[in-house]
């Protein structure tokens, strides 16, 4: 008998006995060495569900984990006992998405950590053989678990296509937002201006490269005498989000929009996009972004470990749910240990 956080409803997270389901042909069985607390997690724990995933029975979170292998896995050259991470979305291969290489929008996917497919925090888990990413010597369980983040937010700036110098308005400061930061400045980008409301992210966006920073969107457009930036990436779980980032852009400019709101609904006047003419694409989870992820983090051109600002065990994962819903001072990226703090 394992031992799991169950999310029940809306702020109902609680930890008991799991029952580990027999493994299937093709799967492979990990210890999990860690997994985050992520922003969708969040919204689970405080919507009960996101859009149509709606949790109908209690339900096990967590699609940014690492772990260590329980068998030897042969046709990656892995032994047992081997750290490695694990891409959480396993698309079905043949509709016309995955076959134009867009396998983050297969309607067909089995997404870990999505109802009703259990995610990683919990003791044991099987996963997809071929979803076990193998990762280079040295790496620790909170570098395994940030690869998946870090992946997200390499297809944001995909998106985005930030041009060589170019001023980028972000908006919003959390894991996310802190790492795309990071790879906008990988990717060339110029003077970044971060916004968030909270002081503690404004503060780690500017330790992590941020060119200004300002608590509001109003803060934005002032810095840039009203003007706004030609890319605009938005990673906030506001419902406002979307109407920020319209409002920090450029006319004729670009933007992003990577969060999920709170609600699952937007707050959006019409004519301040339309009367901009401007190009918006929406972020949904990532592609084939794994290698670029690793070598980010292997050649130190990403920090994944600075805005980990809290590691819990199994037993306080209900507390740190309850502390990223209240914004608590301080916090920013959360990990769970289901096997104890190592």
């Known amino acids: 008998m394992s031992t799991a956080l169950f999310i029940h409803g809306a702020y109902d997270a609680r930890v008991a006995p799991f029952n580990l389901r027999e493994g299937m042909p093709g799967e492979t069985l990990l210890d999990v060495a ?20 709606v949790i109908k029975a209690p339900f096990v979170p967590g699609h940014e984990f690492g772990g260590y292998l329980c ?19 396993k698309a079905c291969g043949h509709c016309e998405f995955c076959e134009r290489g867009h396998p983050n929008l297969c309607p067909n996917v089995e997404f870990i950590g ?7 925090m919990t003791e044991r888990i099987w996963v997809p053989t071929s979803q076990v990413v193998p990762l280079p010597a040295g790496f620790t369980p909170l570098q395994a678990v940030m690869l998946e983040p870090l992946g997200v937010a390499i297809h944001a700036v995909d998106l985005a296509k930030p041009r ?43 330790s992590l490269g941020a060119d200004r920073v300002g608590a509001s969107v109003e803060d934005l457009r002032e810095m840039t005498a009203r003007e706004g930036c ?17 409002l920090a852009s ?30 918006i694409k929406f972020a949904r989870r990532m ?14 051109k ?41």
Do not use: W
């Open 34 to 53: 860690a997994v985050g607390l992520c922003g969708s997690d969040l919204h689970y724990y405080k919507d009960g569900g996101i859009g149509a995933a």
């Open 71 to 89: 068998e030897d896995v042969p046709e990656k050259g892995l032994k047992a006992g081997a750290l490695v991470a694990v891409d959480p979305n």
């Open 114 to 120: 999505a109802p009703p497919f259990d995610g990683a």
């Open 164 to 206: 060589l110098l170019e001023r980028v308005g972000l908006i919003g400061c959390g894991p996310i937002g802190l790492l795309i930061l990071q790879v906008l400045k990988a990717a060339g980008a110029g003077e970044i201006i971060a916004v968030d409301p909270l002081e503690h992210r404004r503060a780690m966006a500017t």
């Open 230 to 246: 030609p890319l605009v990436v938005e990673a906030t779980n506001a419902p406002e989000g979307f109407r920020d980032a319209v």
């Open 250 to 279: 450029k006319i004729g400019g670009r933007v992003v929009l990577v969060g999920i709101p709170d609600g699952d609904t937007y707050t959006l006047p019409a004519a301040e996009a339309r009367r901009r003419g401007l190009k």
């Open 287 to 300: 592609g084939e972004v794994y290698p670029r992820a690793i070598e980010l983090v292997e050649r130190g």
């Open 302 to 342: 990403v920090d994944v470990v600075t805005m980990v600002t809290h590691e819990v065990g199994l037993n306080e994962a209900p507390d740190a749910f309850r502390r990223h819903a209240e914004n608590a001072p301080g916090v920013i990226k959360s990990l769970i240990y289901p096997n104890g703090l190592t």
